[in-house]
């Protein structure tokens, strides 16, 4: 790993990181805008095991130069050595793959980085801020805490709820996707210290755009005050 790579796949030779080939074995329209890949893992499970949200990172070329996205598995079967990526349909490398992708299709996938902590205590409330990239994430991290409440900010547009949801535990706070994400942070700084002053045990997730995440992690942990262990902020995608 590393050659052809660039300088990201570089670092992660240096990271010890694991290289695997999946194949794809389907695939399937979700929702508008939305496609599912069944694939088989090339021997990944068996290797590393199973956590919730788990993702790994895919390799495109973009015009010969190297293009890496993460995306979590759904559904994965140690057993049968299968799982599902889940695409947001938009302009760019990924989603012109995977709009293409059909059976006997291979791409090269990186594992580093992914871990699941389940915090201690257990969270009495779950706050989730996401998007249309971290959905497959959200529906395992609210499936994994159960019978938690959770609030959900969601930069997009649902159909229906997260798989992952209980209408009558999780709420869905949808939000367009403007002024390149501040209108998701305005939102969550307005709404988020009031549920938060009535939480003993919160639990903070975030997973965005880089710039977003960052902006509320930070919001999160130094201006609210909420201890690091209890907060997730991790960027999955670069806006242009």
Known sequence: MGQGRGWEGAVLKLLRAKDFTFTVTGAEDVAPHYRRLRMTDGGLLAATGVHPTMWVRLWFSDDGRPHQRAYTLV????ETGTFALEFALHEGVASDWARAAKEGDTVEATV??????RPEPDPSHVLVVGDTASLPAINSLLTELGSAPATVWFEGTLVGLPSGADPERHEIRETPRQKAGKQLVERVRAELPEIL???EHPYVWIACDTATTRALGSYVRKELGVPRQRVHALGYWRAD
Do not use: L, V, Y
């Not at 580093?112 to 902590?117: E, N, S």
């Open 112 to 117: 580093q980085g992914t871990g699941f902590q």
């Open 75 to 78: 559904d994965p079967d140690p």
């Open 197 to 199: 002053s009535g939480t």
